[in-house]
């Protein structure tokens, strides 16, 4: 079945280190992204990446940074320098750019740092 | 600043009460308009979404919505609610293809 991997779904971290989640998808998307979700704020764009070796910062980027040198990968780590990492974590993807379409989600990791 | 505004945070019904949740955005232009869905424990799903065309959309599970470009808004509705609609609903806007710009969400509970 088609469709977006993230891994792992819970992650616990100790305070100060880096740690990079997971995103990987066989829809043959182009457009992968990165969102943050946290209680009443609904989801924040970090990163997105709309072709291979091309990514560009979202709305809330400090503290994170990304890679894209696969077309069916797009990692996120977070690193010390977020203040506050702890959050649910969702990577979308679209086929595409210039396409009418919705985007696909994964089920999201829980990162926990204590 | 541009945004997605969903104005009701938490909404409690009885089931077979009727729904509406709001959802306005400020972007300009052309945008496609979109309501997800994220039952407990689950991933985010699309109800419906609107590109062009006829402004009022038919979704999953019985769920419609209206876009009306005039008050820049795309409210959510279904006439009869059931207890497995509990799940938080959030509208998201693309003013261009490659950005999808979220709402904080609504958390509907549907008491049996």
């Known amino acids: 079945d088609g469709g977006i991997t993230q891994s792992p779904k819970y992650l616990f971290r100790k305070e100060g280190q880096n740690v990079t989640l997971s995103c990987e998808q066989n829809l043959n998307h182009d457009a992968m992204y990165w969102y943050r979700q946290d209680p009443g704020q609904g989801l924040r764009l970090i990163y997105y990446s709309q072709i291979v070796n091309d990514f560009q910062k979202g709305d809330i980027a400090e503290g994170y940074s990304v890679s894209r040198e696969k077309k069916e990968s797009f990692p996120l780590t977070v690193t010390s320098a977020q203040k506050n990492p702890t959050a649910f974590y969702l990577c979308?993807?679209?086929?595409?750019?210039?396409?009418?379409?919705?985007?696909?989600f994964g089920q999201g990791t829980r990162l926990t740092v204590v | 600043a541009q945004s997605v505004s969903q104005h009701n945070h938490h909404v409690i019904l009885s089931e077979a009460a009727s729904l509406e949740l709001g959802c306005n955005y400020s972007?300009?232009?052309?945008?496609?308009l979109f309501w997800y869905v994220q039952y407990p424990g689950q991933h985010l799903q699309l109800l419906l979404k609107y590109f062009s065309g006829d402004p009022l959309v038919k979704g999953i599970k019985g769920f419609e919505a209206e876009f009306i470009k005039s008050k820049f808004s795309f409210n959510l509705r279904k006439p009869s609610v059931q207890w497995s609609d509990t799940a938080e609903y959030f509208c998201a806007v693309t003013p261009n293809f490659n950005k999808f710009y979220f709402g904080s969400g609504t958390k509907l509970n549907v008491k049996p």
């Open positions: 979308a993807s679209i086929p595409g750019r210039d396409q009418n379409t919705e985007a696909f």
């Open positions: 972007y300009g232009g052309t945008v496609n």
